[in-house]
Nanobody, 119 residues
């Protein structure tokens, strides 16, 4: 599966932004999806995941209550709605995929989209 993330940009603290990740290739509903981010000088970290059906989601504590992951299997797209953005949310955001029955790490990655939050 190929992944293309978009929607990043420069916003102010408190603003909202929605990221999209379009998938192509194999059947999108066969994949669990995730968002990760990497801030300058830091390691990549988990943000949120959603299972193949859209029924099960998990969030990092740092974004819980502010970010929402969702998916539209008919459009082969996963979203990350980000509200109440903070400067510490500044990072390159990556979408990722793994097979719905695969218990290992995410093994398909998009190219990343930059989110910059100014104070």
């Amino acid at each position: 599966v190929q992944l293309q993330a978009s929607g990043g940009g420069l916003v102010q603290a408190g603003d909202s932004l929605r990221l999209s990740c379009a998938a192509s290739g194999r059947t999108f509903s066969s994949y669990n999806m995730g968002w990760f981010r990497q801030a300058p000088g830091k390691e990549r970290e988990f943000v949120a995941t959603i299972d193949w059906s859209g029924d099960v989601t998990y969030y990092a504590d740092s974004v819980k209550g502010r970010f929402t992951i969702s998916r539209d299997n008919a459009k082969n797209t996963v979203y990350l709605q980000m509200n109440s953005l903070k400067p510490e949310d500044t990072a390159v955001y990556y979408c990722a995929a793994k097979g719905r029955y695969y218990t290992g790490a995410f093994d398909y990655w998009g190219q990343g989209t930059l989110v910059t939050v100014s104070s």
